[in-house]
């Protein structure tokens, strides 16, 4: 449940040595890990190819067309943590620019999360100061009501507590609850191990039918082949 | 009102000077210098990063799937032009390519804005022809109905006149009447001078809470800190 | 009609000879060529820039969330084939990654047309593995439900039936049934004989207006020149 | 070009003969006694089937999420008016509800046009207070941020100015400049007197192929009929 | 393919008997009886509530804001027939409305289904003309390019033949080819006594756990009750 | 977090006196007495109108196109209980018709409300079955993965834990946590006290401006009133 008004200064961030390891790795091989689920919506993307991040999440709430709770998240960030920024209704305003990616990094934060606008997306690049948004929008917005920082929030379809793992690349965005860090971290490395070998066979012509033993169960599903 | 099957030769192109000066600032410092008005929606993309455009609006009004008035419009083009065009309906067909640019650019004009489809994005990029549109798509149109050169249009929401001046970046598009332009221009000159200062204010870790005193707002709005 | 659970092995591919000519044109000039159809629709993007392909399909129908039947069409891939898959309906789940390009490459596919979601982007631009799809997410599939292999199938609003022409660059996908192939590839090489000579006129200052004799039908429509 | 914080008090309304007159007539048959111009963008749809509405608009301008011009719209309303909202970003919050649509009756309002949420729609339907929205929603908004009142708006991708005439109905909502209202009134007369004379011939059995000549163009565009 | 500027007169329409009992099932029990394949996508809707249709397909190819092959596939149609129209391109414009269906019916139409717009709709409902449509809206369409009729089309993502049977509902519109017609009539009939058993059932209590035996395959993937 | 494959047998329920409190009350009210949170978003629309509902939900969690779990979830139900179900990507297939509102009924539900499709809706709304979805869809699902039962979900963008309580109307749909239920209808019934005395005022033609106080902020804000 969303709360207003709110503040919250302290709170369990995700271990460091936890969100090294997961940055390793892709969002698809963590969200797998974690059994498919953490996934925010597809309809956030990176503001420049190649962004990558790894963080602990400060997570903000606004309203439509006011980026004023940004300044407030600002003070609130440590050295590594991620903007997760939620909007209580749909909306494409520009609420991040480039003197507020400026001040965040001042503070230590490694990029953002917004389920809104962004503008000055050419500086943003220049800077490398990696966003995912809904959508790229030059227009303002004005500051003048009360949302949270540090509440759960739920952005893009995805739950965020403040401290949470937040990984994000060229595929999406992914939340690792803090307590199941590491775990995660594990799972994901455990899976990648695997993947190696899988690659190998499958470039040197085998099918994932028989790597997968599939032939079996899709015939007992009724596949017919037919010429 | 839009008008249908009318070409309006004569106009007031703004001035050079001020679509220069202009040309120097960002589309979102253009929008806010006007008071946080005059942009197209969001919807409006570049055709490849980096595009970008300033320049004075001739304005067409198609209708879907047709591309006639291009045509029509490439007579009206003056050095330093953008064609701006708006559909009656919104459609993605291509009404743009290669071939239509090679005619404008020949013609004087700086690129193209169109709320609709485009086509040929990858010679397009090759001749740094700069589009924004609605949709990139293949699809080919015909030449059957009037639509109308520079009438008042609506194009993405924004209304442009013929002979505003059109600002376009990777954040969107602005459209600045054009008695106006210089005024705009040296606002938007006098924000970005307050803007250097504020970079290195917050780049050295003062917060947006100090910075624009916004503390004290903040408790009157019932703001609280937990732990 | 789709059918389900079917696996068509034998079916007549398009001549090669008509699939390299083809592949030197573009997708707007080849659908111009057919008669201005065979195009997907315009949510089909590649998920790098300058990503180009031409080949004959082996066509997949998909379940929401379901990939199961991307194995199996991969025992059905010759050289110079390409994957196009459907799904019954609009899912934008990430039913692609590296370990089945890997796979796919491998059996001679030249990339995947998708009305579906992609991930492991990174990866797969940096295998120069072209894929075109509805959407770029890291979500897994499942493997449970049978789809089909090699039957005709509508994809992004396109009929494709197994052994079709596709082709696909920045601007779109487009399908040549087998059977016209040449004819097209032909019809395609003499319109594209001719734009060289327009392009040239149009970069001397020539207009669209008289090149295309338009000024008649334009007056006789009704157009009227105001000042 | 939209103007923030103004309030325009005088202004011409439509002649209210003009507006009887047009009352009597679809939004349909109006948009093409205009030339096939002035239809608001089809997510415009009435909150209840069967609502009708024609009135002289009073215009404002909300920021998202903010519905305080709303109040100061009430007080520049005169019998027989129709409130036009629109929204300087898209937004789905609930702007307006059965609080507001009493105060506007009050004032005289014969109903309401808002590119933007509605709430509270089943006491609306009880009080057969019109409604053409772009979203229903219980979403509340705010009071904090400057609009305008009456002055000229891009509403669902039409122009409105202050004193303009609104009709809506079950197929859209329509605005008719208010210096053409009897001249757009007279040729929707004139386009309904030849419709009852066509439907009467449709509904006999003849084609529209025939009475309206169209079998020799189609042969000269090509049309081939085949067994 | 789509074939364009063909008008072809002569078909197989389904059997008669088979289109009358398929006319005495819904949407989704066809659809599951065919093998849960044949439905169109689910934006199109029924333009007044309880609309009910059952029909042989004369299908019409159409270009965005053109309804010209309208009328002429208004001279094909035969007692019991289905309009079925797609277009080239996406589009919401009102193609169709009450002098289109005025004639249609004297034709012998039983109703439409059409990928674009519809208006009229109150004088539609008021003639009890049903129809599917993806919008309504009251923008008014040019007659100036060829499409076709009666020519394979894919019409919200299914494929329609003509002499196919349409049967729409408020669930949506399914497409049973005219081959299959009496075979997929047959199999709805026996689904549909099959669930009244299981109605029975189900309202005394009876879970689809224990009447479906799911509670092994539910063990068997893994569920775990907890407390 | 999303949890897969578990069903959570116990769980506190909101207290029925405060849920019968709250069906009283309109999800505008209730969304505002809980300081303008709590809302799904509006997309959720019931599928007839005049459908109201309030109960304690019984969340579901399900895979595009499969609704299995809706029958372990049937087993779960107790007098009073709505059906809310969510799903792992977005997905209008008909997870939902009228053989599961049998089963539901006969377990004591008095709804559903679902981000996903609902078919047979001619049959539910016989039934006044009342259901909230995102789509309406005759198109069926398997039962092949685990979701889960009674784990946190996430619908339509509001956080849903078992045994809030679900209010929904034509305006859309309101989660209220269970332990503030009591609470929160307490404030909405503070609320509905004040409103019908405000619009007793506004029906005298009292105005907002003069009723709210609103004349000095307005001023204070830079409004201008012109001529």
Redesign the interface.
């Known amino acids: ?10 709170f369990v961030r995700a271990d460091r040595a936890a969100v090294d390891k997961l940055a390793g790795f ?3 091989t963590i ?2 890990a974690m ?5 925010m ?2 309809h956030m ?1 990176p503001i ?3 962004a990558h991040l790894a963080g602990t999440a400060v997570t903000v709430l606004l ?4 980026n ?1 709770m ?3 998240a ?2 609130q960030l440590r050295e590594g943590d991620v903007v997760v920024a939620a909007c ?7 609420f991040f ?4 990616a ?2 965040f ?3 230590g934060a490694k990029g953002l999360v917004i389920d809104g ?1 962004c ?4 500086d943003l690049a220049a800077m490398q100061f990696p966003v995912w948004s809904r ?6 917005t ?5 949302g949270s920082v540090n509440v ?1 929030i ?1 952005c893009a ?3 965020v507590n403040p401290g949470d793992v937040i990984v994000a ?4 965005v ?2 690792v ?1 803090a307590a ?1 860090a590491m775990q995660v971290a594990d799972a994901a490395a455990a899976r990648e191990a695997l ?1 190696a070998d ?2 190998a066979k ?8 028989d790597m ?1 033993a ?1 032939r079996g169960p ?1 015939e007992k ?7």
Request: aromatic residues 4%; charged residues 25%.
């Open positions: 449940m969303y709360q207003l008004g709110i503040v919250k200064r302290n892709g969002t698809a969200h797998e059994g498919r689920v953490g996934l919506q597809p993307r420049y190819a190649g309203h439509p067309g006011d004023w940004m300044h407030v600002a003070e209580t209704a749909e909306n494409t305003d520009g620019g480039d003197l507020l400026t001040s990094r001042a503070r606008g503008r000055d997306v050419k959508a790229i929008s030059a227009k303002g004005i500051k003048a009501t009360l759960r739920i379809g995805a739950e690349d060229d595929d999406g992914v939340v609850p199941m993947e899988k690659r499958l470039a040197s012509g085998v099918l994932g039918l997968y599939m899709l599903a009724g596949l017919k082949y037919i010429d």
